[in-house]
């Protein structure tokens, strides 16, 4: 029966009541009741009939609708070129996978069991997305509480993206660490076949790299090439550092290399800026090493070569320039902080002081930072002895009373360290847009990024040194250091030099005799460090627990009930150093605030500094030292042997 629409429907019921209400149709009233009553059924019954066709016919809709939808997802399931994988949530066994899923196992005769399943689970919860069956490379995703494992085929993604890598331009910067030193005395001859020597050994090595190179004066060079070959300059560990050192040393002429490599998608302006950042951080740890980094915030520098140590480079017209920056940086303030590392030594006090000097001259307001937590004993004897000198007692201040009263253009001055981790007070030190940074350690990742200006001298003895050479291009016959400031500043020189023993120089002397000169009281400072007869049988006590770990190597750990002070420590390591056929010594103890300390001294024996760097810390090539959190001495000590190991198997292979 054709069915009608609503439509019409609606027109033939209101003209049958048309027509009924005006008797047209049925004059009688009883017949037309009961001809009204059959129409209303009849009416009933196919408004009834039309309902079940319109349900019925839905009904068809919707099951054809799931029937194609059934069909098309089986297709897909069946044909998409992505892997699933269906797994009991409880016990992590294959219930089901696709025909690609398959394909991916059984092409390559691998098994999902039981144990594969859960290794892409805990792989996937350290966010190792990716897997690699046979040659092709999948990206995964679990979905763990459904109980499903995605792959899809990212092979060709991948070897495009290792394309581009390694074709990435790569911008490096290589320059003779000591050329002016060596070519001094040198005649014409002499100095013509020591360039041409340089000159041949880094354009053969840049060659056989297929890099880009030129010459930008005697004694540096720059290269460009593609990121693959840089790959190789790293797994060789720019084997061109040994060579040129070892090949100038049977000549009688001890060259050393320092290069600065970057590379990354940026401006080649900015890889030539970051090229030559590099480069000045290789020559500030000491030379005779490469630092690769990405040109980037995030990225981290990695570190080749620097095995030999520090070449001083120093000399009086950049000590001359560096104290005339310092004085730009300084007067454009309205008032300075100087502040040092935990725990300061007298090395970090003596550079505070002398700083203060520097500030006092230009008439600027200045403080010295200490916190009275943080104050080892030589220091607080220092503090003892200078209470009777009001103008230099009342320039200390705490972190606390630094931060209360700091004004928004203030300078904040970092001595005898350059990592913001370790500074005295971290608060304070975010607190400051204007940093300056006096120091002698070699530099490592963490550097201020607010940093004006940094005279950072790995070849000196220490900050002191640094400090008196830029007063001494500053001060005046009238203004001159008073003999307490001179003594404190040659206690800090003693500390880091061992009493003149160790990491001096001539300009170490020079300093020496000037602050001598100026009235600084050697007789003082022996008294700083005098020990008492508990520190020298707590020092005993740490050299009696020392173990061999090679010939040459020893570790010595303190009480694991006992807390000791950094000095105990340092003492301890400089005793065993000390001591016969003992090239390398290591102490860690826990110190009073809970953290494990490690003080390490070598003497021509392992690169201390590049150990500690491996553990978080950093220093000297022969005195480095790092602090740990959150470890036992035990643990402490198996990450140390485990570093020392690491660090001996890449000397190896240099």
């Known amino acids: ?35 009204l009553l059959v129409l209303n059924v009849l009416l009933f019954f196919l408004f009834f009939s039309q ?13 054809y609708v799931n029937k194609n939808a059934e069909e098309s997802i089986r297709e897909v399931l069946e044909t998409m070129p992505v892997g699933i994988v269906r797994f009991d949530k409880k016990t992590k066994e294959k219930i089901w996978m696709n025909p690609f899923a398959e394909y991916i196992f059984t092409s390559n005769n691998e098994e999902l069991s039981q144990r594969e399943i859960q290794q892409i689970i805990y792989q996937n919860k350290a966010d190792n997305h990716f897997l690699v069956f046979g040659k092709k490379k999948y990206f995964v995703y679990v979905y763990e509480a459904e109980g499903i494992i995605y792959f899809t085929d990212v092979t060709n993604e991948q070897r495009l993206k290792e394309r581009l890598q390694s074709n990435r331009v790569v911008v490096g910067i290589i320059s003779v660490d000591n050329y002016d030193d060596i070519t001094e005395n040198m005649d014409e001859k002499e100095v013509a076949i020591l360039n041409s020597y340089i000159t041949s ?58 290069i600065g490599v970057t590379y990354g998608s940026t401006t080649m302006y900015s890889l030539g800026i970051a090229a030559n950042n590099n480069l000045a951080i290789a020559l500030v740890r000491g030379g005779d090493q490469a630092v690769v980094k990405e040109d980037s915030e995030m990225a981290r520098p990695l570190y080749f070569g620097g095995t030999s140590n520090s070449i001083t480079k120093r000399t009086r017209v950049r000590a ?12 454009e303030s309205e008032e300075i902080y100087v502040m040092g590392h935990h725990f300061p030594d007298m090395d970090a006090f003596g550079a505070s002081v002398g700083v203060a000097h520097i500030a006092k001259l230009y008439d600027i307001p200045v403080h010295i930072v200490l916190d009275e937590k943080q104050l080892i004993i030589d220091v607080q004897r220092c503090l003892e002895q200078i209470q009777e000198v009001p103008e230099l007692t009342s ?9 209360s009263i700091r004004k928004k253009n203030s300078l904040l001055v970092m001595v005898d360290h350059s990592d913001p981790t370790i500074t005295m007070n971290s608060d304070l030190y975010a607190s400051f847009e204007k940093i300056v940074v006096i120091d002698h350690h070699r530099r490592g990742v963490e550097f201020p990024e607010k940093s004006l200006f940094s005279y950072v001298e790995s070849s000196s003895s220490s900050a002191s040194e640094l400090v008196v050479e830029l007063i001494q291009y500053i001060s005046t016959s009238v203004k001159r250091l008073l003999p307490i400031e001179a003594t404190v ?20 002397f020079d300093v020496a005799s000037y602050l001598r000169g100026l009235g600084a009281d050697s007789i003082a400072v022996q008294s700083l460090f005098e020990e008492d007869l508990s520190t020298y049988v707590k020092v005993n006590e740490i050299i009696v627990r020392s173990q061999f770990i090679s010939e040459e190597i020893v570790i010595a750990t303190g009480d694991t009930e006992e807390r000791y002070e950094n000095v105990f420590l340092a003492k301890a390591a400089d005793i065993l150093l000390g001591m016969t056929k003992i090239r390398t010594s290591f102490v860690l103890a826990k110190l009073t605030n809970g953290q494990i300390a490690i003080s390490a001294r070598s003497k021509d024996g392992l ?3 590049s150990i500690m760097e491996l553990l978080g810390g950093g220093g000297h090539f022969d005195r480095a030292a790092v602090q740990l959190e959150g470890l036992t001495i035990k643990e402490a000590k198996m990450q140390l042997i485990q570093a020392i190991q690491e660090k001996i198997e890449e000397e190896k292979s240099v």
């Open 1 to 35: 029966m054709k069915m009608l629409s609503r439509t019409q429907w609606v027109i033939s019921c209101l003209i049958i009541f048309l027509l009924e209400g005006t008797g047209v149709l049925l004059p009688y009233f009883w017949t037309r009741f009961f001809w």
């Open 51 to 63: 309902w079940r066709i319109l349900k019925k016919n839905q009904n068809e809709v919707i099951d």
């Open 201 to 258: 050994e880094i354009t053969d090595w840049l060659k056989g790299k297929q890099a880009f190179s030129r010459s930008l004066s005697r004694e540096k060079y720059i290269f460009v090439v593609q990121f693959d070959a840089l790959e190789t300059m790293m797994v060789e560990k720019f084997d061109i550092l040994k060579k040129i050192r070892n090949e100038s040393i049977e000549k009688g002429k001890a060259i050393t290399l320092s």
């Open 320 to 331: 001359r320039a560096m104290a005339q920056a310092l004085k730009g940086v300084m007067q």
């Open 395 to 403: 320039l200390i201040i705490s972190p606390q009373e630094a931060q």
């Open 489 to 508: 500043l040659f206690a800090g020189l003693v500390v880091d030099t061992k009493s003149f023993t160790v990491c001096t120089s001539s300009r170490t």
């Open 607 to 609: 690169n201390v500094q």
